[in-house]
């Protein structure tokens, strides 16, 4: 018994203290996913194969542990691989099998090595965390200086839409929604000076995801906060504590000559795009209908098959513009067998979110995972790795607790505890 004591002593030092040069690697990749596309674009584009790498370094090493729905990723690292080979039977196999194989790794695989640092390590999360935060933070307020018309970088604003560090709007607006989730919820758990920062982030990304213009990030933070609102049980006094900062940061904003409705009008402009109102982008209500409709007849004639994985063949009716609907095109490109994998991961997602709305567990979490899902549903969510890193380190950490229990473990009767307390008895 006082071995093992020792050997819990010593498991506990571990996990409270600094994280291992791959946690940190890791905590970097996290750090930089809402720049992710910005650094392929205009850094480095091997940045996929290197966090590939990261995923198969940490596999040959054992730097695993079971997350939750462990089969469903283990299905998927089986099933994607094949789905590639037969969808691309009717257009290219190699094409098909390279897109294949490099998404079956990493959807497959990360939330093992996630699960690995993030129980082995107490700071890791926070410490991913926060460095998303930050590294997110600095890319809405170059967005918000793109808005004024101003060139940060040579990184201009997309047609009056902000694109922050993201290097797209849509990108922002995503990543600008998962910051006000994180944001509020850590306004419920912090004080003093931290929560003032945490108010600070969740208004800024709050203006950025306006200036993206980005329905699809809107909609996305909607559903997020109604599924975080809902687990955390936010009380009348929560809700009032919240609409006072709105008001406390609008405040602000207008008292520094900035007013905060000006932020509106490239909404106003997107809508009138997505409604087709206007003819000058390619994501309107008709657009996207056209892909579904093209999407759903090539399932009607095969819906086995599938076209292809790789990018060659993901095009629709005018060959270039792609499925809107992440299971749509699941099945569209990757046939039924790909479908059926995201389908299973899809189930399991929304059991994580079901599960949090029932228990009041891990609500941010699941309001990551609420978030990204409604975004893939009228987005070209597909195999960009910047999307599927929040919800797999979503995944990864849920029925975690935030910290290591700090109850004394029950001390072990030595023998000179034996001897004690038989002195004790005979006085």
Not at 70 to 80: D, E, Q
Not at 117 to 135: D, K, N, P, W
Not at 404 to 424: L, N
Request: proline share 4%.
């Amino acid at each position: 018994m006082g071995t093992t004591s020792a050997v819990n002593a010593v498991r506990e030092d571990r996990y409270m203290s600094g994280t291992t040069l791959g946690g940190a690697v890791w905590i970097g990749i996290i750090a930089i996913t809402p720049v992710h596309r910005l650094v392929m674009t205009y850094g480095s584009a091997l940045l996929p194969y290197f966090i590939l790498t990261a995923v198969l370094a940490c596999t040959l090493l054992g730097k695993l542990r079971r997350p939750p729905g462990a089969r469903v990723w283990l299905f998927a690292l089986c099933m994607i691989p094949l789905a590639a080979v037969v969808s691309g039977v009717s257009s290219a196999v190699v094409p098909s099998m390279y897109v294949g194989v490099k998404l079956a790794v990493f959807v497959g695989l990360t939330p093992f090595i996630l699960r690995y640092y993030a129980t082995e390590r107490e700071s890791f999360t926070r410490c991913a965390i926060t460095g998303f935060l930050v590294v997110q933070s600095v890319s809405a307020l170059v967005g918000i200086m793109q808005l004024t018309g101003a060139s940060v970088a040579s990184l201009r604003a997309n047609a009056g839409r902000a694109n922050g560090l993201a290097a797209h709007p849509n990108v922002l607006g995503l990543m600008a929604a998962l910051a006000i989730l994180i944001g509020l919820f850590l306004v419920h758990r912090t004080s003093g000076g931290r929560r003032w920062a945490c108010w600070a982030v969740v208004a800024i990304n709050t203006v950025a995801l306006i200036g993206s213009g980005s329905l699809s990030s809107m909609i996305s933070l909607a559903v997020g906060g109604i599924v975080l609102l809902v687990a955390m049980r936010v009380t009348v006094k929560s809700a009032v504590r919240v609409a006072v900062g709105i008001a406390v940061c609008s405040s602000l904003a207008l008292t520094l000559g900035y007013d905060p409705t000006d932020a509106i009008e490239p909404v106003q402009g997107r809508v009138d795009t997505v409604l087709g109102v206007t003819d000058d982008g390619v994501a309107s209500v008709s657009i996207r209908q056209s892909t579904y409709e093209f999407a759903a007849e090539s399932i009607r004639s095969d819906p086995f098959t599938g076209v292809g994985m790789d990018s060659m063949h993901q095009g629709t009716f005018n060959g270039v513009t792609v499925v809107h609907n992440y299971l749509l095109r699941a099945w569209y490109q990757g046939g039924l067998l790909l479908f059926v994998a995201v389908a299973a991961i899809s189930v399991l997602l929304i059991a994580m979110i079901v599960r949090s709305l029932v228990t009041t567990r891990d609500p941010l979490q699941s309001a990551v995972v609420a978030a990204v899902v409604a975004f893939g549903m009228t987005s070209a969510f597909y195999d960009q790795q910047q999307y599927w890193i929040p919800i797999l380190l979503a995944v990864a950490v849920t029925g975690l607790p935030s910290q290591p229990s700090r109850e004394p473990a029950r001390p072990d009767r030595t023998t000179s505890d034996r001897v004690v307390t038989q002195k004790e008895a005979r006085v």
